[in-house]
């Protein structure tokens, strides 16, 4: 039995360790390559596109994949509906790994908005000293903010255009609470802006920002395609695909 993961996110490397070595599975995990140096997780891996829904249907079939999981981030819209067409044209089952959104909770003075371009409408009128934690893509949304300051942060160096005033912070996480606040401290930063990611690993600015009474304007993340099934974590997602594929071959007991 073959296994895809399209992943990258550390809900998919933790799928993988779930998996790997079972008897009976072949398991290959996709990167898309645009982040040097990534983390490799446990068994097969493919560095690459596949060139739209059409192309990875084939390489599906080609390489006899009996379950697709996609535990790409959370924004990375076009490679799941790439995925769902793909899955649907390869007679496949297909599961989305998601891990859950955030949710405010008292003392969070959130600001939602529905794309990077609404984001940046909305930051003049709140403040002029900007957290960007949105990703090396996408800046060009906020370049003609030239009245406002920009502190990026980023696995890897950010994609032209970007703002004209701009500090880039190269840097991975987790990230931890007091550094977080140490760093809100140092830029004098009033105004945060992220993507609902969810998580663990980048929280911490969320409970600092809050700590300090600043505004966050939160991008929410795109839907998951019509009918695709959703686990919440890789535990569910290995339940899922062990069920798929008969209880023989179901992830060792303890892992």
């Given at each position: ?77 076009t490679i ?60 060009a949304a906020?370049a003609g ?111």
């Amino acid at each position: 039995m073959h296994v895809l993961i399209l992943g990258g996110t550390t809900e998919a490397r933790h799928l993988a360790g779930l998996l790997h070595g079972t008897p009976g599975l072949d398991l290959t995990s996709s990167l898309a390559g645009r982040v040097a140096g990534p983390r490799l997780p446990p068994g097969g891996v493919r560095v690459g596109g596949f060139g739209g829904a059409g192309a990875m249907a084939a390489w599906l079939r080609e390489h006899a994949v009996d379950v697709l999981v996609d535990a790409t981030h959370p924004f990375a819209a076009t490679i799941s509906f790439h995925a769902a067409q793909a899955a649907g044209a390869a007679g496949i089952p297909l599961l989305a790994l998601r891990r859950p959104g955030w949710i405010p909770v008292e003392g969070d003075v959130w600001h939602e908005a529905g794309s990077l371009a609404r984001a940046a409408e909305l930051l003049p009128g709140l403040g002029r000293r900007v957290f960007l934690t949105t990703g090396r893509t996408g800046l060009a949304a906020f370049a003609g903010l030239d009245d406002l300051w920009f502190l990026v942060r980023s696995v890897d160096a950010p994609e032209p255009p970007g703002p004209a005033r701009m500090e880039v912070l190269l840097d991975r996480g987790p990230f931890d609470l007091d550094g977080e606040r140490g760093l809100l401290r140092r830029h004098r930063v009033d105004v945060v802006v992220t993507k609902d990611s969810g998580g663990a690993a980048t929280a911490p600015k969320l409970t600092a920002a809050r700590e300090a009474g600043l505004p966050v304007v939160v991008v929410r993340r795109p839907p998951v395609p019509e009918g695709v099934p959703v686990a919440a974590d890789a535990g569910a997602a290995a339940r899922w695909v062990a069920e798929h594929l008969g209880h023989d071959v179901a992830p060792p007991a303890g892992r």
